[in-house]
């Protein structure tokens, strides 16, 4: 599970913060987005690899969207639509995962 | 930014259409690596498998080449395996598979007693097999829907109400391997009929499904040991350390946001 972990977390980070630069996130800002994303994907990962269930899954992400989403409200107030950019941002890291884990697969 | 704003909701728009459901984060399953690595020394034998060792339980180990227990069962319990694996001292081992194709563990196959089925009938009757019969070529005239069988004489139906249509044409064709029980009723292999391997059809009775079971078609098994009172916990190491961690880097994390981002 360990391995999952670092892995998810380390191509979580990598593609929210591209996503990130894209979006015009600068400086500070950026280092909130690592440290947010430190906070939700570890035990977003963890849970689901004890409890696989799409629908606790599911559950687990949004509260995941709206924790990520209020960091950016509250603490990075010159970060655009906060709210948007941790949708689009985790909408981006989902599908690379699942990219990812298809080249694995095959 | 209007530019933007229409990237981010064409993304948002492949993301859906591509995900289907709202889903956020990275989340990597790797597969198993020792699976991987070994592929060509696994051999693939679908069976199931009752635990019975002497300790009244059954260990299944992350791999045949690691001691680390991810789970402990009690015998009496039915493990499915499909791969096969043999150690360097000889020693078989099955991957147990659960729900969702999630592989359990590996476990011993000398701590396990295979459930009859279609090759506990061939191990023992395999000299008694004939070739199909002429004088059942329309055993299936007239008959809708077949019952299929586990073995001759196990009384455990495998599959009911197929389509005896499956079969057209010259049943000598799809029958090549029979057997007539002490009954006289006569059987036939069916490696394969809508989805159901490795089943037997009474070819005497094709639609009968109270067929009796017969409890001297097989060797009596072994002796199943009795399961143990007490089931060791394997220990969760892997479990207890990732948690920890998890909540490490999620506690430092918030900390050094409400620190540096605070206003």
Redesign the interface.
């Known amino acids: 599970?360990?391995?999952?972990?670092c892995?998810?977390?380390a191509?979580?980070l990598a593609?929210e913060l591209a996503f990130a630069l894209v979006?015009?996130v600068r400086g500070?800002a950026l280092?909130?987005c690592a440290?947010?994303?430190?906070?939700?994907?570890?035990?977003?990962?963890?849970v689901?690899?004890?409890f696989?269930s799409?629908v606790l899954?599911?559950v687990l992400?949004?509260c995941?969207?709206w924790v990520e989403g209020a960091?950016y409200r509250f603490?990075?107030p010159d970060i655009p639509r906060p709210w948007?950019f941790s949708?689009?941002c985790?909408?981006?890291?989902?599908?690379?995962?699942?990219l990812?884990?298809q080249i694995?697969?095959f | 930014m209007k530019k933007?704003s229409r990237l981010?909701l064409f993304?948002?728009l492949?993301?859906?259409v591509?995900?289907g459901?709202?889903?956020?984060?990275?989340?990597?399953?790797?597969?198993d690596s020792f699976y991987q690595k070994h592929s060509d020394e696994l051999s693939y034998l679908p069976r199931s498998y009752t635990a019975n060792a002497k300790e009244g339980y059954v260990s299944l180990y992350k791999n045949p080449e690691s001691s680390r227990v991810r789970e402990n069962v009690a015998n009496g319990e039915r493990l499915f395996c499909s791969s096969l694996y043999t150690d360097s001292l000889g020693q078989t081992w099955g991957a147990v598979w659960g729900e969702?194709d999630?592989l359990r563990g590996w476990v011993r196959l000398s701590d396990c007693v295979p459930v009859p089925d279609y090759l506990s009938f061939a191990e023992q009757h395999e000299s008694e097999f004939v070739g199909f019969d002429e004088a059942f070529q329309d055993a299936l005239k007239g008959v809708s829907s077949i019952v299929l069988w586990s073995y001759p004489g196990s009384g455990s139906v495998a599959a009911d109400g197929l389509d005896a249509q499956w079969f057209d044409g010259d049943l000598s064709e799809h029958f090549t391997t029979c057997w007539r029980d002490g009954d006289g009723r006569f059987w036939a292999y069916v490696g394969y009929c809508y989805g159901v391997r490795n089943t037997w059809l009474c070819l005497s009775a094709p639609d009968d499904s109270t067929l009796p079971a017969d409890p001297d078609v097989l060797p009596a098994g072994p002796e199943l040991i009795p399961a143990a009172e007490d089931i060791p916990s394997p220990g969760l190491p892997?479990?207890v350390?990732?948690?920890t961690?998890?909540v490490g880097?999620?506690a430092?994390?918030?900390v050094?946001?409400r620190i540096?981002?605070?206003?």
């Open positions: 599970m360990i391995p999952a972990l892995f998810s977390l191509l979580t593609a979006w015009g500070r280092a909130l440290l947010v994303n430190c906070m939700t994907n570890p035990v977003v990962v963890f689901h690899g004890l696989p799409p899954t599911a992400e949004l995941a969207l960091c603490f990075a948007l949708l689009l985790n909408a981006f890291s989902f599908l690379l995962g699942l990812v884990s694995v697969y | 933007l981010a993304s948002l492949f993301c859906f591509c995900s459901v709202i889903h956020a984060d990275s989340i990597v399953e790797p597969q969702r999630a892997g479990a350390l990732a948690a961690l998890t880097v999620v430092a994390s918030a050094l946001i540096f981002f605070r206003h």
